[in-house]
């Protein structure tokens, strides 16, 4: 977002929050209905008044408050916030004002050393870039852990209106490690590099490893594969992608997913390599404790898989 299109972003909610406006109420589970009701009126009033990147500035705003907006609560796993019984009626116009006045700040600081910023919104498997344009990408994608991204977000989807039951079933189907099967899709076969894996999770004697827990698994390799093509087709020759990710468990099968990427990326002439292992303590395979019976003492890995595009 450029430095000007911030700056009247946070101008336009300034005026916006210190107008009177109608005191509406709406439904969602996440926020008080005052609240819910006036994040609504906002929301349209971007639409009508605000375009371009004014407009993503704002609805970032949005999303940068969402946590103090809803409150969540979190329990032992932290990807699975909840709403509270009694839903805060905060104080919207402060919490705006401040997150859009250091989000100003901060692309102030960025423009000051040469480096405009912009705020894209995209699709990982559909990068909105041409071949060879991009010398760095860092990036973090699902991984195949049966963590609930569309859950682990929910407080940001509330603030932006898109928590009705189906948007969030629609979005769990969309996603890349989505945890709702998309009724009869025909999945592509799965990559070279995890056909042995897939035999192991096929032919796993637990309920649904063959059906449900199959296609899945199946589906996000597709995704992943997808996903490293469009880096490997986005990177300048001589550029590099850093995908950070973890290990992860199918019941007892380890699912070496760094290595996984290595491979992928291999298989696309990338020159691919795995770095900087990281112990990860809290996951999900320690706080279920279906999980812990398959294996007691889980240990999983984060690391950072470089895929560098050779120089031509
Ligand atoms: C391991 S998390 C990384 C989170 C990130 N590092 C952050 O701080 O927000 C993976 C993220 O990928 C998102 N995701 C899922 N499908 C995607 C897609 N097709 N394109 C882009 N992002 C996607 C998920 O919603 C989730 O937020």
Not at 242 to 262: A, F, G, H, M, N
Request: proline share 6%.
């Amino acid at each position: 977002v450029a430095r000007e299109a911030a700056e009247a972003g946070e101008q336009w909610l300034t005026t916006t929050l210190s107008t009177p406006s109608d005191a509406v109420l709406d439904e969602s589970d996440w926020l008080h209905p005052a609240v819910a009701g006036r994040l609504a009126q906002i929301r349209a009033a971007v639409t009508e008044e605000l375009s371009g990147d004014t407009a993503a500035f704002v609805r970032g705003v949005l999303v940068r408050s969402a946590r103090e907006l809803t409150c969540p609560k979190t329990g032992t796993n932290p990807t699975w916030p909840r709403p509270r019984l009694r839903r805060r009626r905060v104080d919207i116009a402060t919490i705006l004002t401040q997150r859009a006045r250091e989000m100003v700040r901060d692309i102030r600081s960025a423009a000051a050393i040469g480096q405009p910023l912009q705020a894209l919104q995209g699709d990982a498997r559909a990068l909105p870039f041409a071949n060879g344009t991009i010398s760095a990408i860092l990036t973090s994608p699902p991984y195949l852990s049966r963590i609930d991204y569309v859950q682990a977000t929910m407080p940001e989807l509330a603030v932006l209106g898109l928590d009705g039951a189906l948007t969030v079933e629609k979005l769990r189907k969309a996603v890349v490690g989505g945890v709702l099967s998309r009724p009869g899709e025909e999945v592509p076969s799965p990559p070279e590099a995890v056909a042995n894996l897939m035999a192991r999770i096929r032919s796993h004697g637990s309920k649904a490893s063959k059906t449900y827990y199959a296609r899945l698994a199946e589906r996000y390799f597709v995704d992943l594969d997808a996903s490293v093509a469009e880096l490997s087709r986005v990177l300048r020759p001589g550029g590099t992608a850093l995908v950070v990710v973890q290990t992860s468990y199918y019941k007892d099968v380890p699912i070496e997913l760094p290595e996984i990427v290595r491979n992928l990326g291999a298989a696309k002439a990338l020159e691919a390599r795995v770095h900087q292992t990281e112990i990860v303590r809290i996951h999900y395979g320690r706080l279920s404790p279906h999980q812990r019976k398959y294996v007691e003492e889980k240990t999983l890995n984060e690391c950072v898989v470089s895929l560098r595009k050779p120089a031509s």
